[in-house]
């Protein structure tokens, strides 16, 4: 319904699941749906995707409205991505939370504090 990006040599494995849209608010706000509001009447929600070159995302992974996957990102399998991830790191869970970035000046990856 809005936009989704993906960059250049990006690797997905089996069952990804990119959406713009969503049926209704849910972000704690003056807009959010009441649940007494059917689903399908509830107001759209859209915002773009965008993933960044070299990303690399696992077998079943949800990708939900308006994140952006940054360069070089690995999303572990059956992982749902609800937030942004930063360039060259390695996310997983439900939700996805970064759990490795990789250190350009000694060649490795290194565990987060989250």
Known sequence: MEKVVIGDNT?????????DSSHGYYKGSEKDTPPTVPP???????????????AWLG?????MPGVTIGEGCIVGAHSVVCGDLPDYTIAAGS???VIKKYNFEIKRWEKTDS
Request: charged share 10%; aromatic share 10%.
């Open 11 to 19: 690797l997905m494995a089996s069952h990804i699941y990119i959406s």
């Open 59 to 63: 077998e079943g992974v949800f990708i």
């Open 95 to 97: 939700p996805a939370k």
């Open 40 to 54: 399908i009447d509830r107001p759209y929600h859209t915002a773009p995707v965008t993933i960044g070159a070299n």
